[in-house]
Structures are given as C-alpha cells and as structure tokens.
C-alpha cells in the first residue's frame, strides 16, 4: 500500500514538474550525489544552492512545492534544509531516501569542515584569509536575499498573503517573538485566509 501511495505522489509530481526531470529516474544514487553537491556549494548557508538545484537545474520541485517544503523544514525542530532533505528523498524513495538524501547532505559537508576547521585554526590570524572571510560573508547575505526574492514569487499574490509575511516579519524581527510562538499566532491566520480564498 505505501509503494502504491509513494507512485500516486510521484506521477502527481511528474505532472506538476512541467518538462522537468520524471521522478522515476530520480535513482537513489543521483539523489545522494544531488544533495552532496548541495550541501558542499553552500559556504555561508545551502538554501540558495538548493533552491538552484533542486527547481531550477534539476527540476525536481516547482518554485511553489519548495517553498511549501521550506515552510515545512522551518515549522519543524532542526535545521531548515536538513529537515527539507529528509523530507525530499522520503518523497521520491521513501524512508532509503530520507536517509541518502540527509547522509547526501551532511557526510561530505562534515568532512569538508573540519578540513576546513583545521585551515583556520592555523591560518585565521593572516590578513587575507580574514580578508577572504569577510568577502564570503557578503556573498552569503546576498544569495539569502535573493532567494528570499524568488521565494517570494511562489507565493499567492493577495493582500492576506503580502499582510501574513508582514505580520511574520514583525514577529520575527521587531518582536523577537519566539519561533513556536510566532507559528502558533501566524498559522492559524494563514489558514483562514486559505480557506476564504478557495471556498
């Protein structure tokens, strides 16, 4: 019966995907690789490399199913991305799946690391390498910026939509309301909203 499920999802993705890659020929293999090579682009955090990835190279999501599944990877305990890769490969491979994807993502970003870790340790007093640091930290604000923008293309256009983020934004960054608290205020409204627009 969950194989059965799992192929509705898949061809129901398929018809979404509009020309992009089948989900049948997504192998356990290439969705390991896929989130290796996610989470080794990401120096400064990987969801812009995953949003590129995942819809714009490979096609396997459309821009709207990714930011549902950020939104899912954001309301659950974890990292975001970490959570959306268990998310993703249970999609397309089930429980083997979930864990390729998240092995995928963090066993070589883990040994990338501490390589990485040891460098600075030894280096982190020379002026280019701080230099260096500081230039990818810019980067990094920059791609978080601009896939909040595409993000925020997906998104339903509305006033209920467009005064949900703002209430969000508020929340997060004027109030600093706790996380929990800001989901259990903002969710609600959200699917209200949901609901009067599609009854």
């Known amino acids: 019966m969950m194989g059965g499920m799992q192929t509705r999802d898949a061809a129901a993705w398929d018809g979404a995907m ?16 896929t989130f290796a090579e996610i989470g080794l682009s990401g120096f ?38 970490v959570n959306m890769s ?18 995928g993502l963090m066993l070589p970003t883990l040994g990338a690391f501490l390589a990485l870790g040891a460098l600075h340790e030894r280096f982190a007093d020379v002026a280019v ?4 640091l500081h230039a990818v930290a810019a980067a990094a604000a920059g791609l978080v910026l ?4 595409k993000l925020a293309r ?20 004027l ?12 969710a609600p409204l959200g699917v209200a909203a949901s609901w009067w627009r599609n009854r």
């Open 86 to 103: 268990i998310a993703i490969g249970n999609r397309f491979h089930g429980p083997v799946g979930s864990v390729l994807a998240f092995s």
């Open 175 to 186: 109030s600093k309301l706790p996380l929990p608290t800001l989901l259990l205020a903002v």
């Open 146 to 149: 601009a896939t909040g923008v």
């Open 44 to 81: 400064g955090g990987v969801l812009p490399f995953a949003r590129r990835t995942l819809v714009e190279q490979r096609g396997w999501l459309t821009p709207a199913e990714f930011a549902e599944a950020l939104g899912l990877g954001q309301a659950l305990p974890g990292p975001n991305v």
């Open 18 to 33: 509009g020309g992009g890659e089948r989900c049948d020929a997504i192998t356990r293999w290439a969705l390991f690789l």
């Open 129 to 132: 390498v701080e230099r260096v």
């Open 154 to 173: 997906a998104l339903p256009r509305s006033w209920a939509a467009a005064g949900l983020v703002a209430l969000t934004c508020a929340g997060a960054g």
